[in-house]
Nanobody
């Protein structure tokens, strides 16, 4: 069973940077997609970014495009580098995974988010103005 552990986050000022990491273990296949989601108080969960580990393809929500960068390494850690942070980025950030061959992660994140599994415990990101 795949397990994910999110870490990082914290407090930053607007315009600053933070990094959240998702450490995955227990993969049974070499093909997987990790997505980062966030949920702010009183708001619905939002898909932020995703990466297909097999081909390296990525996707970013419009709200974070050109500010956030997702990456993965051979140690099955997926990082989300967050630059030029805004107060609207304040949320609990979660990572989740889909194993196996899948549609492009853009489709997974925007249309099939319920297919993600093994949700990590979440890490809080707070951006002050």
């Amino acid at each position: 069973e795949v397990q994910l552990q999110a870490s990082g986050g914290g407090l930053a000022q607007a315009g600053g940077s933070l990094r959240v990491s998702c450490k995955a273990s227990g993969f049974t296949v070499n093909h997987w997609t990790v997505g980062w989601f966030r949920q702010a108080p009183g708001k619905q969960r939002e898909g932020v970014s995703c990466i297909n580990h097999s081909d390296g393809s990525t996707y970013y929500a419009d709200s974070v495009k050109d500010r956030f960068t997702i990456s993965s390494n051979i140690k099955s850690t997926v990082d989300l580098q967050m630059d030029n942070l805004k107060p609207d980025d304040t949320a609990v950030y979660y990572c989740a995974v889909i194993e196996g061959h899948t549609p492009p992660c853009r489709i997974l994140l925007t249309q099939m988010s319920s297919a993600f599994r093994s949700w990590g415990q979440g890490t809080l990101v707070t951006v002050s103005s």
